[in-house]
């Protein structure tokens, strides 16, 4: 009789290089970390697959886009996403339109109805990303036509009114959808999304121009930027906030995309949280928003939300999966439900990436690691962790192109330590938050402008410290009022 000795497991992947480390005090969170590596293996085999157990096995765009920062923090994904990108260049199309999956060997829908917002906007998102998590100038100089051209047919699509009203569209992807007799779902317009992608895609242009010097094609992009900008806010905002369909990922986008007037911020990170409550701190959200969205809360000043929303663990949440045995990321939040039905088996992955997404929020906001697009490559690094939900220590740590940068935090008997590794040849700002300048020590020292610590400062309730590369140990006696 067969047993557990008959078959061998055998993991095949690219041979990429893990480069990022990321753990934390709550063993849930640990296990969907280890959930998103294992994900990103299973897929990462010469493209960029969305699954790799049904009919697809396919580079799908919109996957790729929304998960490349995370891939990037997790493993040297340099190589494969720029031979990824070649295939891409070579499939757009001459209107400047790109298929859903890359390479495509789907032809039909794939080809007719190419040039799907979110998914096409691959073309421009992961050779910026690509760009900021390594540096590499000359990648993102070879892909700076695809990325106009990309740009000109959504700009195309929209025409004088800068509206995108699509044709095809595939919008939020697998947002959540109850069974429930009162909630209708929660949908967010497809002419609303991609909008917001044209203007973001815009933006990414605009910075790419300005880093490869072409400072004519900057002003152009930015100005388009802009326009859509405006044109969003006349047709998705109204003059009392409410941003689109009122869902939690037309907020997300939103705020993300910079898409709001200043004056409105406040009541969109207002409106975002009133939702997460009325659904009880749980995710609506699809492909697109999902990534968003803990950002979104951070940036409106609800990061005690952003936690309870990560830290959920009934349906549908992040942790839920895990909750049911899941190894690696699901392609929808009710893969299986609470009462352990299961979705149409035609189309319910239980290896799909995309909502993995989350990765890169938490190496940057819980371990607190980040880049500055005006040094990429970590050449100089955002070290700005923000503890909260439950935990007591997390750590984090990357191998970037000049070693390796690592920061660790510790929050016990009302004080925060914050031990930071900058790598030979870099800088880092360090933020250190709920402190004073004068209650903050660095090896046992005050902040003087010795052994690295160039500078430090106060910034609201928190301490900020310039530094050089070397290892570095700040202690903080924390306020309770902070």
């Given amino acids: 009789m067969p047993d557990t000795s008959t078959i061998t497991g055998i993991v095949v992947s690219s041979a990429l290089e893990q480069t990022g480390s990321f753990a ?7 296990k969907l970390q280890q959930n998103i590596v294992w994900g990103q293996r299973g897929n ?6 969305d699954c790799p ?17 995370t891939a990037a923090f997790n493993m040297n994904v340099s190589g494969f996403f720029a031979n990824w990108l070649v295939d891409m260049s070579l499939d757009q199309h001459a209107d400047g339109s790109e298929p859903w999956v890359i390479p495509n060997p789907m032809g039909g829908d794939s080809t007719d109805k190419a040039g799907t917002a979110g998914w096409g906007d691959a073309a421009v998102i992961v050779p910026w990303t690509m760009y900021l998590a390594y540096g590499d100038r000359a990648l993102l100089a070879r892909q700076y036509s695809g990325m106009r051209a990309w740009v000109e047919f959504e700009r195309r699509q929209a025409g004088p ?20 007799a009162g909630y209708p779902g929660a949908t967010t317009g497809t002419d609303f999304i991609a909008t917001a992608y044209l203007a973001h895609s815009a933006d990414l242009v605009s910075r790419a121009a300005g880093v490869l010097g072409l400072s004519a094609e900057e002003a152009r992009y930015a100005a388009l930027f802009r326009a859509e900008r405006a044109a969003f806010q006349r047709e998705f905002v109204t003059a009392a906030g409410r941003v689109g369909e009122n869902t939690q990922t037309a907020y997300a986008l939103a705020l993300q995309f910079d898409l709001l007037p200043d004056s409105l911020v406040a009541s969109a990170g207002e409106r975002l949280v009133a939702d997460l409550r009325l659904h009880g701190m749980h995710l609506t959200t699809g492909f697109l928003g999902t990534p968003n969205i803990l950002d979104a809360l951070v940036r409106t000043g609800h990061l005690s939300d952003a936690y309870a929303l990560l830290e959920q663990r009934t349906y549908p949440s992040w942790l839920y999966p895990i909750t049911r ?3 690696t990321m699901w392609e929808r939040w009710d893969g299986i439900e609470p009462d352990g039905t299961f979705e149409d088996p035609s189309m319910n992955s239980f290896n799909h990436y995309a909502f993995g997404a989350v990765g890169d929020w938490m190496y940057r906001t819980i371990a607190g690691i980040g880049i500055d697009p005006t040094a990429p490559a970590y050449e100089h690094a955002l070290i700005a962790p923000r503890p909260g939900g439950g935990l007591t220590h997390a750590r984090g740590s990357i191998e970037t192109p000049y070693g390796a940068l690592a920061s660790a935090w510790t929050l016990a008997g009302g004080k925060f330590t914050l031990d930071v590794t900058v790598p030979a040849n870099t800088r880092a700002t360090v933020t250190i938050p709920g402190a ?11 902040l003087g402008g010795d052994d690295g610590v160039r500078s430090a400062r106060q910034q609201g309730n928190d301490v900020v410290v310039e530094v050089g590369s070397g290892k570095y140990s ?3 006696q924390r306020d309770a009022r902070r």
Avoid: C, I, K
């Fill in 44 to 49: 990462f085999l010469s493209v960029p697959t």
């Fill in 24 to 30: 934390t005090s709550d063993t849930m969170l640990n």
């Fill in 436 to 446: 004073a300048v004068d209650a903050v020590r660095e090896s046992g020292r005050a």
């Fill in 474 to 476: 700040f202690v903080a």
């Fill in 161 to 180: 009114s800068g509206v995108w009203r699509p044709g095809p569209q595939f919008g939020d992807w697998l947002a959540y959808h109850s069974t429930d």
């Fill in 325 to 327: 045995g899941a190894t």
């Fill in 53 to 69: 157990q049904r009919d697809e096995r396919l580079g799908w765009t919109g996957d790729a886009q929304v998960f490349a920062r």
